[in-house]
Protein backbone atom coordinates (compact mmCIF):
# COMPACT_ATOMS: atom_id res chain seq x y z
CA UNK A 1 0.00 0.00 0.00
CA UNK A 2 3.02 2.61 0.65
CA UNK A 3 5.07 1.12 -2.26
CA UNK A 4 6.23 4.17 -4.11
CA UNK A 5 6.38 2.05 -7.42
CA UNK A 6 3.61 -0.37 -6.60
CA UNK A 7 1.00 1.08 -4.22
CA UNK A 8 -1.07 2.64 -6.95
CA UNK A 9 -4.43 4.94 -6.18
CA UNK A 10 -6.44 6.49 -8.80
CA UNK A 11 -5.99 4.16 -11.94
CA UNK A 12 -8.01 5.92 -14.53
CA UNK A 13 -6.79 3.93 -17.42
CA UNK A 14 -4.53 0.29 -18.93
CA UNK A 15 -2.99 -0.14 -22.03
CA UNK A 16 -0.77 -3.26 -23.39
CA UNK A 17 1.56 -3.72 -26.25
CA UNK A 18 3.59 -6.75 -27.24
CA UNK A 19 6.25 -5.52 -23.48
CA UNK A 20 5.00 -3.49 -21.65
CA UNK A 21 1.81 -2.47 -19.12
CA UNK A 22 0.98 1.15 -19.17
CA UNK A 23 -0.87 2.50 -16.17
CA UNK A 24 -2.48 5.90 -16.01
CA UNK A 25 -2.67 7.21 -12.65
CA UNK A 26 -5.00 10.21 -12.02
CA UNK A 27 -3.68 11.62 -8.59
CA UNK A 28 -0.04 11.13 -9.77
CA UNK A 29 -0.44 12.38 -13.23
CA UNK A 30 1.73 9.92 -14.84
CA UNK A 31 1.53 7.10 -16.84
CA UNK A 32 3.97 4.05 -15.26
CA UNK A 33 5.57 1.49 -17.00
CA UNK A 34 5.76 -2.49 -16.27
CA UNK A 35 6.69 -5.32 -18.09
CA UNK A 36 4.04 -7.94 -18.97
CA UNK A 37 5.99 -9.70 -15.96
CA UNK A 38 5.26 -6.96 -13.34
CA UNK A 39 8.33 -5.09 -13.07
CA UNK A 40 8.76 -1.75 -13.15
CA UNK A 41 10.39 -0.02 -16.12
CA UNK A 42 9.79 4.41 -15.87
CA UNK A 43 7.45 6.72 -15.29
CA UNK A 44 6.12 8.97 -18.40
CA UNK A 45 5.04 12.23 -17.10
CA UNK A 46 4.80 13.75 -13.88
CA UNK A 47 2.60 16.20 -12.09
CA UNK A 48 2.64 19.98 -13.01
CA UNK A 49 1.85 21.94 -15.53
CA UNK A 50 5.41 22.36 -17.39
CA UNK A 51 5.56 20.45 -20.69
CA UNK A 52 5.29 16.72 -20.86
CA UNK A 53 3.71 17.22 -16.87
CA UNK A 54 -0.13 16.19 -16.45
CA UNK A 55 -2.72 17.63 -13.77
CA UNK A 56 -5.62 15.21 -14.07
CA UNK A 57 -5.61 12.67 -17.07
CA UNK A 58 -8.62 11.17 -17.85
CA UNK A 59 -7.70 8.79 -20.42
CA UNK A 60 -5.24 7.33 -22.75
CA UNK A 61 -4.48 5.79 -26.64
CA UNK A 62 -2.22 5.06 -29.00
CA UNK A 63 -1.44 7.82 -31.78
CA UNK A 64 0.33 5.99 -34.07
CA UNK A 65 3.79 4.68 -32.01
CA UNK A 66 3.44 7.38 -29.88
CA UNK A 67 1.50 7.32 -26.18
CA UNK A 68 -1.34 9.84 -25.97
CA UNK A 69 -2.78 11.15 -22.58
CA UNK A 70 -6.05 13.20 -22.52
CA UNK A 71 -5.53 16.38 -19.86
CA UNK A 72 -8.48 18.32 -18.83
CA UNK A 73 -8.07 20.46 -16.36
CA UNK A 74 -4.97 21.91 -18.37
CA UNK A 75 -6.90 21.44 -21.89
CA UNK A 76 -4.90 19.39 -23.81
CA UNK A 77 -3.10 16.15 -25.12
CA UNK A 78 0.36 14.87 -24.89
CA UNK A 79 1.75 12.48 -26.30
CA UNK A 80 4.39 10.61 -25.50
CA UNK A 81 7.71 8.71 -27.19
CA UNK A 82 7.33 5.44 -24.77
CA UNK A 83 11.56 4.19 -25.33
CA UNK A 84 12.36 7.46 -24.30
CA UNK A 85 9.76 9.54 -22.40
CA UNK A 86 10.14 12.34 -25.02
CA UNK A 87 7.00 14.91 -25.01
CA UNK A 88 5.23 16.77 -27.22
CA UNK A 89 1.97 18.89 -26.21
CA UNK A 90 -1.24 19.75 -28.39
CA UNK A 91 -3.13 22.25 -26.83
CA UNK A 92 -7.13 21.81 -26.98
CA UNK A 93 -8.97 24.91 -27.60
CA UNK A 94 -12.49 24.23 -29.45
CA UNK A 95 -14.89 26.96 -30.15
CA UNK A 96 -17.91 25.83 -30.95
CA UNK A 97 -20.95 27.60 -31.20
CA UNK A 98 -22.61 25.30 -28.42
CA UNK A 99 -26.55 25.37 -26.80
CA UNK A 100 -26.17 27.53 -23.51
CA UNK A 101 -26.07 24.59 -20.59
CA UNK A 102 -22.49 23.35 -21.65
CA UNK A 103 -20.00 24.94 -19.88
CA UNK A 104 -16.83 23.91 -22.13
CA UNK A 105 -15.56 21.36 -23.92
CA UNK A 106 -12.91 19.11 -22.54
CA UNK A 107 -10.22 16.72 -25.03
CA UNK A 108 -11.06 13.07 -24.77
CA UNK A 109 -9.96 11.30 -27.46
CA UNK A 110 -7.18 11.36 -30.60
CA UNK A 111 -8.28 9.30 -33.61
CA UNK A 112 -5.78 7.62 -36.12
CA UNK A 113 -6.71 10.21 -38.71
CA UNK A 114 -5.39 13.52 -36.31
CA UNK A 115 -9.10 14.09 -35.27
CA UNK A 116 -8.90 15.63 -31.43
CA UNK A 117 -12.48 14.38 -30.10
CA UNK A 118 -13.78 16.78 -27.31
CA UNK A 119 -16.90 15.91 -24.62
CA UNK A 120 -18.90 18.93 -23.57
CA UNK A 121 -19.52 19.50 -19.99
CA UNK A 122 -22.26 20.94 -18.19
CA UNK A 123 -23.65 22.67 -14.93
CA UNK A 124 -26.43 21.58 -12.94
CA UNK A 125 -27.98 24.79 -12.50
CA UNK A 126 -27.96 25.36 -16.11
CA UNK A 127 -29.86 22.25 -17.02
CA UNK A 128 -32.52 22.42 -14.52
CA UNK A 129 -33.06 26.74 -15.42
CA UNK A 130 -33.71 25.95 -18.85
CA UNK A 131 -35.60 22.75 -19.07
CA UNK A 132 -33.18 19.89 -19.77
CA UNK A 133 -30.80 18.14 -21.58
CA UNK A 134 -31.32 15.33 -23.79
CA UNK A 135 -28.04 15.13 -26.11
CA UNK A 136 -24.52 15.55 -25.96
CA UNK A 137 -22.49 15.50 -29.80
CA UNK A 138 -18.70 14.51 -29.19
CA UNK A 139 -17.37 16.46 -31.19
CA UNK A 140 -14.16 16.01 -33.80
CA UNK A 141 -11.58 19.32 -34.37
CA UNK A 142 -8.32 19.78 -35.62
CA UNK A 143 -5.11 21.09 -33.75
CA UNK A 144 -6.00 24.17 -34.58
CA UNK A 145 -9.10 24.31 -32.54
CA UNK A 146 -11.53 24.45 -35.30
CA UNK A 147 -14.61 22.22 -35.37
CA UNK A 148 -15.09 19.85 -37.94
CA UNK A 149 -17.48 17.21 -37.65
CA UNK A 150 -19.67 15.35 -34.87
CA UNK A 151 -18.65 11.75 -34.26
CA UNK A 152 -21.74 10.82 -32.25
CA UNK A 153 -24.55 12.12 -30.11
CA UNK A 154 -24.92 10.41 -26.64
CA UNK A 155 -28.81 10.45 -25.96
CA UNK A 156 -29.57 11.25 -21.84
CA UNK A 157 -32.18 9.68 -19.75
CA UNK A 158 -32.29 13.09 -18.19
CA UNK A 159 -30.16 15.29 -16.44
CA UNK A 160 -30.32 16.18 -12.72
CA UNK A 161 -33.05 16.23 -10.62
CA UNK A 162 -33.87 19.49 -8.49
CA UNK A 163 -35.39 18.17 -4.79
CA UNK A 164 -35.91 20.70 -2.60
CA UNK A 165 -38.90 18.83 -0.53
CA UNK A 166 -37.92 18.49 3.18
CA UNK A 167 -35.19 21.11 2.90
CA UNK A 168 -34.39 24.84 4.26
CA UNK A 169 -36.06 27.60 2.05
CA UNK A 170 -32.83 28.85 0.76
CA UNK A 171 -32.04 25.38 -0.36
CA UNK A 172 -31.80 22.70 -3.13
CA UNK A 173 -30.25 19.99 -4.68
CA UNK A 174 -29.73 18.69 -7.69
CA UNK A 175 -29.09 14.35 -8.17
CA UNK A 176 -28.07 12.34 -11.05
CA UNK A 177 -29.69 8.76 -11.38
CA UNK A 178 -27.22 6.16 -9.45
CA UNK A 179 -28.47 3.81 -12.40
CA UNK A 180 -28.00 5.93 -15.20
CA UNK A 181 -29.41 4.70 -18.51
CA UNK A 182 -27.62 7.57 -20.35
CA UNK A 183 -25.54 6.41 -23.39
CA UNK A 184 -22.39 5.36 -23.33
CA UNK A 185 -19.40 5.56 -25.71
CA UNK A 186 -16.25 3.74 -25.83
CA UNK A 187 -13.05 4.29 -28.31
CA UNK A 188 -10.59 1.82 -29.70
CA UNK A 189 -7.47 2.21 -28.05
CA UNK A 190 -5.51 3.16 -31.32
CA UNK A 191 -8.54 5.77 -31.92
CA UNK A 192 -9.86 3.63 -35.30
CA UNK A 193 -13.37 3.18 -34.20
CA UNK A 194 -15.76 3.84 -31.16
CA UNK A 195 -18.79 1.81 -30.28
CA UNK A 196 -22.14 3.28 -28.53
CA UNK A 197 -24.58 1.79 -26.37
CA UNK A 198 -27.72 2.86 -26.49
CA UNK A 199 -29.46 1.08 -23.04
CA UNK A 200 -33.10 2.53 -21.93
CA UNK A 201 -33.96 0.43 -18.27
CA UNK A 202 -36.48 -2.07 -19.33
CA UNK A 203 -40.56 -0.48 -18.33
CA UNK A 204 -41.56 -3.96 -18.28
CA UNK A 205 -43.58 -4.05 -21.28
CA UNK A 206 -41.57 -3.44 -24.67
CA UNK A 207 -38.70 -6.13 -25.81
CA UNK A 208 -36.00 -6.14 -23.18
CA UNK A 209 -33.23 -5.01 -25.76
CA UNK A 210 -30.01 -2.53 -26.16
CA UNK A 211 -28.56 -1.29 -28.84
CA UNK A 212 -24.88 -1.60 -30.01
CA UNK A 213 -23.47 0.87 -32.93
CA UNK A 214 -19.67 0.99 -34.26
CA UNK A 215 -18.55 4.44 -35.48
CA UNK A 216 -15.74 4.66 -37.77
CA UNK A 217 -13.17 8.08 -37.38
CA UNK A 218 -15.35 9.54 -40.50
CA UNK A 219 -18.48 9.40 -38.47
CA UNK A 220 -19.91 6.03 -40.67
CA UNK A 221 -21.67 3.05 -39.43
CA UNK A 222 -19.79 0.29 -38.93
CA UNK A 223 -22.44 -2.33 -37.79
CA UNK A 224 -25.38 -1.51 -35.85
CA UNK A 225 -26.98 -4.33 -33.58
CA UNK A 226 -29.85 -5.12 -31.35
CA UNK A 227 -29.08 -7.39 -28.42
CA UNK A 228 -31.56 -8.81 -26.00
CA UNK A 229 -31.20 -9.56 -22.17
CA UNK A 230 -32.89 -10.89 -19.38
CA UNK A 231 -33.58 -7.80 -17.64
CA UNK A 232 -33.30 -7.63 -13.94
CA UNK A 233 -35.32 -6.46 -11.02
CA UNK A 234 -33.97 -3.51 -8.78
CA UNK A 235 -34.53 -5.39 -5.16
CA UNK A 236 -36.58 -3.59 -2.82
CA UNK A 237 -33.89 -1.01 0.01
CA UNK A 238 -31.41 -1.13 -3.12
CA UNK A 239 -31.18 2.89 -2.78
CA UNK A 240 -31.91 2.54 1.26
CA UNK A 241 -28.42 3.60 1.93
CA UNK A 242 -28.10 6.66 -0.53
CA UNK A 243 -31.43 7.94 1.25
CA UNK A 244 -30.45 7.25 4.36
CA UNK A 245 -26.49 9.43 3.55
CA UNK A 246 -28.67 11.99 2.11
CA UNK A 247 -30.69 12.51 5.47
CA UNK A 248 -27.47 13.55 7.52
CA UNK A 249 -27.15 16.83 5.44
CA UNK A 250 -27.15 19.79 7.33
CA UNK A 251 -30.08 21.62 5.47
CA UNK A 252 -32.41 19.18 5.79
CA UNK A 253 -34.95 20.24 8.16
CA UNK A 254 -38.21 17.36 7.61
CA UNK A 255 -36.53 14.07 7.19
CA UNK A 256 -39.54 12.57 6.11
CA UNK A 257 -40.31 14.78 3.61
CA UNK A 258 -36.80 14.62 2.41
CA UNK A 259 -36.76 10.98 2.27
CA UNK A 260 -40.28 10.54 0.35
CA UNK A 261 -38.75 12.51 -2.02
CA UNK A 262 -35.29 10.83 -2.25
CA UNK A 263 -37.41 7.21 -2.47
CA UNK A 264 -39.53 8.52 -5.02
CA UNK A 265 -36.89 9.39 -7.48
CA UNK A 266 -34.32 6.97 -6.60
CA UNK A 267 -37.27 4.07 -7.20
CA UNK A 268 -38.57 5.72 -10.65
CA UNK A 269 -35.46 2.53 -12.27
CA UNK A 270 -37.44 -0.83 -11.48
CA UNK A 271 -35.05 -2.31 -13.36
CA UNK A 272 -30.90 -2.31 -13.48
CA UNK A 273 -29.73 -0.84 -17.30
CA UNK A 274 -28.80 -3.62 -19.33
CA UNK A 275 -24.78 -2.60 -19.70
CA UNK A 276 -22.97 -0.86 -16.92
CA UNK A 277 -19.21 -0.46 -18.98
CA UNK A 278 -18.44 -0.69 -22.31
CA UNK A 279 -14.74 -1.37 -23.75
CA UNK A 280 -12.96 -1.75 -27.04
CA UNK A 281 -10.06 -3.64 -27.17
CA UNK A 282 -7.09 -3.36 -29.19
CA UNK A 283 -7.83 -6.90 -31.21
CA UNK A 284 -11.84 -5.06 -32.42
CA UNK A 285 -13.75 -6.72 -29.79
CA UNK A 286 -15.89 -4.66 -27.46
CA UNK A 287 -16.49 -5.69 -24.12
CA UNK A 288 -20.18 -4.80 -22.38
CA UNK A 289 -20.24 -5.24 -18.57
CA UNK A 290 -23.73 -6.20 -17.33
CA UNK A 291 -24.73 -5.31 -13.13
CA UNK A 292 -23.51 -6.98 -10.69
CA UNK A 293 -24.97 -10.83 -9.98
CA UNK A 294 -23.30 -11.62 -6.12
CA UNK A 295 -19.48 -11.44 -6.30
CA UNK A 296 -19.25 -11.63 -10.20
CA UNK A 297 -19.82 -9.02 -13.17
CA UNK A 298 -20.40 -10.75 -17.06
CA UNK A 299 -19.06 -9.41 -19.63
CA UNK A 300 -20.85 -10.10 -22.96
CA UNK A 301 -18.14 -9.88 -25.79
CA UNK A 302 -18.88 -9.53 -29.67
CA UNK A 303 -16.17 -9.62 -31.90
CA UNK A 304 -15.33 -7.46 -34.94
CA UNK A 305 -18.62 -7.23 -36.56
CA UNK A 306 -20.75 -6.81 -33.57
CA UNK A 307 -21.52 -10.75 -33.12
CA UNK A 308 -21.95 -12.06 -29.80
CA UNK A 309 -18.67 -14.32 -29.29
CA UNK A 310 -19.23 -15.68 -25.57
CA UNK A 311 -19.25 -13.98 -22.05
CA UNK A 312 -16.35 -13.36 -19.10
CA UNK A 313 -17.16 -13.71 -15.93
CA UNK A 314 -15.07 -11.23 -13.72
CA UNK A 315 -14.82 -10.29 -9.92
CA UNK A 316 -17.54 -7.50 -9.43
CA UNK A 317 -14.96 -5.23 -8.38
CA UNK A 318 -13.25 -5.36 -11.90
CA UNK A 319 -12.95 -2.97 -14.13
CA UNK A 320 -11.72 -4.14 -18.21
CA UNK A 321 -8.85 -1.91 -18.84
CA UNK A 322 -6.77 -4.10 -22.19
CA UNK A 323 -8.08 -7.32 -23.90
CA UNK A 324 -7.43 -9.66 -26.98
CA UNK A 325 -8.50 -12.93 -27.38
CA UNK A 326 -6.01 -14.93 -25.43
CA UNK A 327 -6.01 -12.29 -22.40
CA UNK A 328 -7.90 -9.65 -20.37
CA UNK A 329 -6.09 -6.92 -17.84
CA UNK A 330 -8.34 -5.48 -15.60
CA UNK A 331 -8.28 -2.90 -12.46
CA UNK A 332 -9.33 -4.51 -9.53
CA UNK A 333 -9.99 -3.48 -5.91
CA UNK A 334 -9.69 -5.39 -2.75
CA UNK A 335 -11.44 -4.94 0.45
CA UNK A 336 -9.32 -2.15 1.81
CA UNK A 337 -10.37 -0.20 -1.91
CA UNK A 338 -6.89 -0.64 -2.80
CA UNK A 339 -6.53 -1.03 -7.26
CA UNK A 340 -4.57 -3.70 -8.47
CA UNK A 341 -3.57 -4.40 -11.98
CA UNK A 342 -4.49 -8.03 -12.52
CA UNK A 343 -4.04 -10.05 -15.58
CA UNK A 344 -6.40 -13.33 -16.16
CA UNK A 345 -6.13 -16.05 -19.19
CA UNK A 346 -8.83 -16.26 -21.24
CA UNK A 347 -9.88 -19.86 -21.64
CA UNK A 348 -13.17 -21.79 -22.83
Known amino acids: MDDPVYGLSVVRGVLTDADYVYVLLGREGRVRVFTRAGEFVRDLGGSGEGPGELMTPSGMGWYGSRLWVADPSSRRFTLFEVATGEAETIPYDVNAPLAYHFLSVVPRVILANGGLVGSPTYSGTRVIARGGISRLPQLVSDTAGTLRDTLAVLSLGGGPVEIRAGLAPDARMYLMHSLPDDDLIAFAPEGTSAVQVKRRSWEGSDPAEFEVTRIGVLGDTLFQRRIAYEPRRVPQGFFAEQISQSLDRPNVVNRRAHARALREFYEQRRYFPPVTTVRVASDGTTWLAGPIEGDERVWLVLD ?45
Not at 317 to 346: K, M
Open 304 to 348: ASGAGIGRVRLPASSSVGSANGAEVWVVERDALDIPYIVRYEIVP
